[in-house]
């Protein structure tokens, strides 16, 4: 076996072409869109690709066909908030087989070693945490829209090559018809006799106002918890102009108490089921007919990061407020179940806000792996759930 960087169409390819092999008769698996993987590691479009560093490497066998993948990288502005600087691994795809995963593990820790890094966060995405992020560990099904899947043997893999559990990642769900409305009605009745509310969905006539006032919810409500990063008007903008044709406006709302941005739900149609077929790839002639079946589709799942509550307005019925609007008639006809991403289990004031607002259960659970590159670099693990 060899192992080799990432440095033209032909690596890419071979980068691309791993999971296929590690994935191979598993109908659970669907492939990650090429163009999404590529564009995290195209300084154009990924912001921590062109303020930091970053390596992918792909192990080839005897016979020089591609069997396991690697990316190492840096995001500077993260590790310049931390205490010791922590790289990240991601995109990781091996055999069953220790050494091919010690030699990948092994090149990825090496160059973050060469570039003063004292830890390591595996498999993590190059920029945002509300994807591809942490490694599948319970909840076997076919993955949502840009969640990691793995196989059961992976785990085994991390930590026998020094890899702790570190944070505990749930994927929540939960049916609409399962809401628990009538007392959520109560508390929202009190709430509208005593201050003006009101639930505004997203307009993109007005998309500077609901950027804005997005940003200003997030950051007062996540500001405190490690890797933190601030969400910034521009980018959000962004985000939203590049999911313009598959977002639901009625999905996307912000609810004022008194003229102020109080809480908000972010979610999104969950389009992975029609996008196995896809293979990888959805060119741009066959858009408009994955746009059709998403148009057409008389039910869907939704997906999201979920939901936030603006600290000052945590016991003010912000919460209850938005989710009696999700759970409005023409939302639950359309989407009946939702899955909450991205919750961390530490984070146990979100954690049991999601519960209370109805029959929810843990559907699946990633695990964000850490281990020391420095010998003086300590882990300590989150609290987790179960």
């Given at each position: 076996?060899?192992?080799?960087?990432?440095?033209?169409?032909?690596?890419?390819?071979?980068?691309?072409?791993?999971?296929?092999?590690?994935?191979?008769g598993?109908?659970?698996?669907?492939?990650?869109?090429?163009?999404?993987?590529?564009?995290?590691?195209?300084?154009?479009?990924?912001?921590?690709?062109?303020?930091?560093?970053?390596?992918?490497?792909v192990?080839?066998?005897?016979?020089?066909?591609?069997?396991?993948?690697?990316?190492?990288?840096?995001?500077?502005e993260?590790?310049?908030?931390?205490?010791?600087?922590?790289?990240?691994?991601?995109?990781?795809?091996?055999?069953?087989?220790?050494?091919?995963?010690?030699?990948?593990?092994?090149?990825?820790?090496?160059?973050?070693?060469?570039?003063?890094?004292?830890?390591?966060?595996?498999?993590?995405?190059?920029?945002?945490?509300?994807?591809?992020?942490?490694?599948?560990?319970?909840?076997?099904?076919?993955?949502?829209?840009?969640?990691?899947?793995?196989?059961?043997?992976?785990?085994?893999?991390?930590?026998?090559n020094?890899?702790?559990?570190?944070?505990?990642?749930?994927?929540?769900?939960?049916?609409?018809?399962?809401?628990?409305?009538?007392?959520?009605?109560?508390?929202?009745?009190?709430?509208?006799?005593?201050?003006?509310?009101?639930?505004?969905?997203?307009?993109?006539?007005?998309?500077?106002?609901?950027?804005?006032?997005?940003?200003?919810?997030?950051?007062?409500?996540?500001?405190?918890?490690?890797?933190?990063?601030?969400?910034?008007?521009?980018?959000?903008?962004?985000?939203?102009?590049?999911?313009?044709?598959?977002?639901?406006?009625?999905?996307?709302?912000?609810?004022?108490?008194?003229?102020e941005?109080?809480?908000?739900?972010?979610?999104?149609?969950?389009?992975?089921?029609?996008?196995?077929?896809?293979?990888?790839?959805?060119?741009w002639?066959?858009?408009?007919?994955?746009?059709?079946?998403?148009?057409?589709?008389?039910?869907?799942?939704?997906?999201?990061?979920?939901?936030?509550?603006?600290?000052?307005?945590?016991?003010?019925?912000?919460?209850?407020?938005?989710?009696?609007?999700?759970?409005?008639?023409?939302?639950?006809?359309?989407?009946?179940?939702?899955?909450?991403?991205?919750?961390?289990?530490?984070?146990?004031?979100?954690?049991?806000?999601?519960?209370?607002?109805?029959?929810?259960?843990?559907?699946?659970?990633?695990v964000?792996?850490?281990?020391?590159?420095?010998?003086?670099?300590?882990?300590?693990?989150?609290?987790?759930?179960?």
């Amino acid at each position: 076996m060899r192992i080799i960087t990432v440095r033209d169409a032909r690596s890419w390819n071979w980068f691309h072409e791993v999971p296929f092999r590690i994935y191979a008769g598993d109908a659970n698996w669907i492939s990650p869109l090429r163009g999404d993987i590529r564009g995290i590691f195209d300084p154009a479009k990924n912001a921590a690709a062109a303020r930091g560093d970053y390596r992918l490497f792909v192990l080839l066998d005897e016979q020089d066909r591609p069997i396991g993948r690697i990316a190492a990288f840096i995001d500077s502005e993260v590790v310049g908030h931390q205490a010791e600087p922590i790289g990240g691994i991601g995109f990781f795809e091996s055999p069953n087989n220790k050494e091919a995963a010690r030699i990948l593990f092994g090149e990825a820790e090496a160059w973050l070693r060469e570039r003063g890094m004292h830890g390591v966060d595996g498999p993590v995405n190059f920029g945002g945490r509300d994807k591809y992020w942490g490694l599948l560990v319970r909840g076997f099904f076919p993955p949502l829209f840009q969640e990691n899947y793995h196989p059961a043997y992976y785990a085994t893999l991390f930590e026998s090559n020094g890899y702790i559990p570190w944070e505990q990642i749930l994927t929540l769900k939960g049916s609409m018809a399962d809401l628990d409305l009538e007392r959520l009605r109560r508390v929202c009745d009190r709430v509208r006799q005593q201050n003006q509310v009101e639930v505004a969905l997203y307009d993109p006539a007005r998309v500077d106002r609901h950027v804005r006032d997005f940003c200003t919810i997030y950051n007062a409500a996540f500001s405190q918890y490690e890797h933190f990063k601030e969400a910034e008007p521009g980018k959000i903008k962004a985000l939203l102009q590049e999911s313009r044709l598959i977002l639901d406006p009625r999905l996307l709302a912000i609810c004022y108490i008194n003229g102020e941005p109080a809480a908000f739900c972010a979610t999104f149609p969950e389009i992975n089921p029609l996008l196995r077929s896809a293979q990888g790839r959805l060119p741009w002639w066959k858009i408009p007919g994955f746009l059709f079946r998403l148009k057409t589709a008389r039910r869907l799942f939704v997906k999201g990061t979920g939901f936030a509550i603006h600290p000052d307005f945590r016991t003010k019925g912000a919460f209850a407020l938005i989710i009696e609007y999700m759970a409005s008639p023409g939302v639950v006809n359309k989407y009946p179940a939702y899955f909450l991403t991205t919750v961390r289990a530490h984070n146990k004031e979100a954690v049991s806000l999601y519960f209370k607002a109805g029959e929810m259960r843990v559907d699946r659970i990633h695990v964000g792996y850490r281990k020391a590159l420095h010998p003086d670099f300590a882990v300590i693990p989150n609290e987790f759930t179960e």
